[in-house]
């Protein structure tokens, strides 16, 4: 008993040692931890700051030198021109004072600022008087003490920015024009600044130019031109690409100074990658370090509690496995019947498929089918015309009246055509049509269209009212198949019409925005509002059993459709249904479809 009892102390005391140390190294490796953590964090937040500094500065030098060499290079090819003006061989008679002269000299400054590019070329007398320019809209007070004309009448080259009376901003080249070794002149040529500058409105970083003053001369950020540097030390607006999302921004600036410009050269790139990396890294220091502690506190913890799991590990790990096999056979089993399920369901589907290309196939046959009764309506009525046409040009013939029986016989062509395009588009109809198209006179296609269905419209005593836009205006589509559309659209109003006391059509042509809108209004009872949803359904119909496929609506809409415009069915406010067919505009040059 004794001996339990000095056990169980022994297990109690060491229990207590074990929890004492456990509390210890705890202690330790907090403090170490959060030591490390700071320490680590800042040091590599630092570096990497540093290093991301570094990075973004060697970016913007390189960005910052070519854009100097561009810039120099951009005014220095117009640095020569007065000079090579001033001296030539011409001058002293192109500065006579009579008109002629003045003339020429004026050819020769609009010469010079259209080969070079310049917005003005300026000639001068020493009193600052101008002789002639190439530009009126140059609006620029040269004095004839300013530091322009002292430079050029001392034999000097002149160069200086300058603002305009317009705001227009310009570099300036000022040189002598020279006559038997003396100065009778001066010659200045106007760079616009604008137009280097919309170059950098490619760049997406900030950039700018300032002069010795301080002002910004040019810069892609319209906020900073014309007024003073900013301090970009700390955050300044103006800089973002948007305006609209503009706020304050600290840059990395890398400046270079332009001698012969006497200008400073600035390009800016955004410093929140610099303090970004430093958060970054050192975010992922810090979370290393804490990482790397919780590491050894789970050493530590599982150390300490080595010798109380062995048993209890060994008893979860047994019952582990049995759980572990258990749910492998449970597994495996849905694993087989899920199998057994994809098979099943693989069948299935390649059945439906089967049994859809088959439907597919018998809804075409059934379609084609039923195609001679609609062949037969569509081919009767121009069948009709050609008679009609055939019989006035045998009277015509017979009368001597050559040009109205070659008219009839072109109209007999012409629906000849008509009859082989529609037996050809009802025996395609299984198939998407692709024929080529180009511009087509919307107006004739509406003409020939009511030729096909006169017959019709004069047996029910129905008037068409039309009003067909501006003359010669052009649609994108293939007139024969444009004209099934309105043949469609016009004989549907006609059956819809069938039993109103008035009977009228009203075909209406517009254009706007490049869009031509053709709208066909019928007087009758217009469609159910529960029907607009399928009325372009193919073989839906409203009309009794054989006297229609439902097909008409279907085909105008898959046609005009493949010409990538829209036909539409609504309701009109006053009376009626109103079909709206929408196309695209066509020039003049287009190759009409056929």
Partial sequence: ???????????????????????????????????????????????????????????????LNVQAEALNGALDKYRMLPVLLGHRPDTETLFAPDVESQAAMRRVALTAAGLSGALDVVFLRPSGAVIARASDTVDDAI???????????????GRDERVLQDGRRAYVFASAVWADSAIIGAVLVYVDLETIEDNWSLINNPILATDALGRVIMSNRPDWRMGPRPDFSKPVRGGAANPTRDEPTDYLARSRVLPPLKWTLTVLLRAAPIRWAGLFWGGLTAGL???????????INRSIAAIRRTRSQRAIALRLERIV??????????????????????????????????????????????????????????????????????????????????????????????????????????RKPNPT??????????????????????????????????????????????????????????????AQKMQAIFITVSEEN???????????????????????????TTKGVGQGLGLGLSISFNIVKDFGGTLEARNDEDSGACFVLRLDAAGQDQVAAQ
Wanted: one cysteine or more.
């Fill in 143 to 157: 004095s004839p003490d300013g530091p322009l004309m002292l430079a050029a009448l001392q034999g000097r080259l």
């Fill in 1 to 63: 008993m004794s001996g339990m009892d000095d056990q169980g102390r022994s297990i109690v005391m060491n229990g207590v040692a074990v929890t004492a140390r456990f509390v210890r190294l705890t202690a330790l490796n907090a403090v170490v931890g959060v030591a490390l953590c700071v320490a680590g964090a800042y040091l590599v937040g630092r570096m990497a700051s540093d290093l991301e500094a570094g990075r973004l500065g060697a970016a913007a030098q390189e960005s």
């Fill in 289 to 299: 370090v804490l990482a790397l502690a919780l590491a050894v506190q789970m050493v």
């Fill in 514 to 540: 490049g869009i031509v809108q053709v709208r066909v209004r019928d007087t009758g009872p217009g469609i159910a509002a529960e029907l607009l949803p399928q009325i372009f359904d193919p073989f839906f």
């Fill in 325 to 430: 096999r258990d749910r492998t056979r449970e597994l495996l089993q849905t694993n087989t019947s899920l199998a057994h399920e994809v098979t099943e369901r693989k069948a299935a589907v390649d059945l439906l498929r089967k049994t859809q290309s088959e439907l597919v196939q018998t809804g075409k046959m059934a379609a084609l089918g039923q195609m001679s009764t609609a062949l037969s309506h569509e081919i009767n009525q121009p069948l009709s015309a050609v008679k009609t046409y055939a019989q006035n040009a045998l009277t015509y013939l017979q009368r001597g009246r050559v040009n109205e029986a070659a008219d009839n016989l072109t109209r007999i062509s012409e629906l000849t055509d008509r009859m082989a395009e529609i037996s050809r588009h009802l025996r395609n109809f299984a």
């Fill in 437 to 498: 198209f180009g511009a087509t006179s919307i107006a004739k296609v509406i003409e020939d269209a009511l030729i096909v269905v006169a017959a019709r419209l004069r047996e029910e005593q129905v008037q068409v009212t039309k009003d067909l836009g501006p003359p010669g205006l052009m649609v994108r589509g293939g007139p024969v198949r444009l004209q099934q559309v309105i043949v469609n659209l016009v004989l549907n109003a006609l059956d819809a019409m069938a």
